[in-house]
């Protein structure tokens, strides 16, 4: 089992850049056992939706809607998954859940807010 602490979240302008960061805690088995890590989001009224994913291999899945704005990144496998948010749009306001999945758990985060607004 792991604990997912995000941060990064906050208020940006159309346009700007955020940088969400997620950091899993636990054993180096617990750790080691991760298959994939990821970032999803809901905006309110709205189903959670994934944003973008990468596997241990280093296999990475966005959602059309951010692709080639938005990018997903995990540093050899470590501890740390990281989205980087360029171009926002007031459409990307949600809050922001990091996902780490493994064969025996899937554990999520409390989320961080973002808000894109002038």
């Known amino acids: 089992q792991v604990q997912l602490v995000e941060s990064g979240g906050g208020l940006e302008q159309p346009g700007g850049s955020l940088r969400l960061s997620c950091a899993a805690s636990?054993?180096?088995?617990?750790?080691?056992?991760?298959?994939?890590m990821g970032w999803y989001r809901q905006a309110p009224g709205k189903q959670r939706e994934l944003v973008a994913t990468v596997t241990r291999e280093g296999s990475t899945n966005y959602a059309d809607s951010v692709k080639g704005r938005f990018s997903i990144s995990r540093v050899n496998a470590g501890n740390t998954v990281y989205l980087q948010m360029n171009s926002l749009k007031p459409e990307d306001t949600a809050v922001y859940y990091c996902r780490v999945l493994a064969r025996t758990f899937d554990t999520w985060g409390q989320g961080t807010q973002v808000t894109v607004s002038s």
């Open positions: 636990g054993t180096i088995f617990s750790i080691n056992s991760i298959n994939s």
